[in-house]
């Protein structure tokens, strides 16, 4: 099972939260929520990868995240009433847990422990702000490209040829804040070396221990 948010409730507790949520298909770029819709439901990520991200007003698109299983896509909505902030597209085909804050405040309200996946949820949002604040300052674009890399790649499941990236080059650009001409130098290097192999809108990632060890010798 991949709602690894919830392994923070006992049994009962995972089962209720379980039943009055919603199971949600969408398929290759399909978008499960855009910016400026309400913000009505929190999503856990059960199969596939979402990524999260702005159009700025130039037409560049800024992608903030990529979510794998196990993670939650919108969880601001558990907390308050309001607009989304960015839009959210399944990158490949994808199943979500669909919770609606109207469900969720019932079950906190009989159930009071249930809070404990509003912390979890909370927690993982703050670690994952605090190491890209850290690398927006002390990162290179070169790093930042192999660490979005990397850190995607762990979150995909292992096949017999390695782990798919349903990412396009701009795709990875956009997630690092760099450029495509940068992000095509560090994959096409990657591909020289046998750590990944690039292909029409994916990017196999067939050494994911040879990945961390470039992310590990690149110079800040």
């Not at 400026?36 to 991200?53: I, K, L, M, Q, R």
């Not at 199943?95 to 969720?104: G, H, K, N, P, Y």
């Not at 949002?125 to 762990?154: C, I, K």
């Amino acid at each position: 099972m991949a709602e690894g948010l919830l392994d923070v409730l006992d049994a009962e507790e995972r089962r209720l939260v379980l039943a009055a949520a919603r199971r949600r298909s969408f398929g290759r770029r399909e978008v499960l929520f855009h910016r400026g819709d309400p913000g009505e439901a929190v999503h856990f990520v059960t199969s596939g990868s979402v990524a999260v991200y702005v159009v700025g007003r130039a037409g560049s698109t800024v992608i903030f995240d990529v979510f794998g299983p196990g993670e939650a896509v919108g969880e601001m909505a558990l907390i308050e009433a309001g607009e989304r902030t960015a839009t959210a597209m399944a990158l490949e085909p994808t199943e979500t847990l669909s919770l609606r804050r109207a469900q969720f405040e019932e079950l906190r309200g009989r159930h009071p422990p249930i809070d404990r996946v509003l912390v979890s949820i909370l927690a993982a949002r703050v670690r994952r702000q605090n190491a890209d604040l850290m690398e927006a300052y002390f990162g290179s674009a070169q790093r930042r490209v192999l660490r979005r890399l990397l850190m995607v790649a762990e979150r995909m499941p292992e096949t017999g040829d390695g782990r798919a990236i349903r990412l396009t080059q701009e795709d990875v650009a956009a997630l690092a804040g760099t450029t495509r001409p940068t992000a095509n130098r560090v994959l096409r290097e990657l591909e020289r070396d046998g750590i990944v192999r690039l292909g029409r809108g994916t990017i196999v990632v067939t050494d994911v221990v040879h990945l961390a060890r470039k992310v590990g010798d690149r110079p800040d």
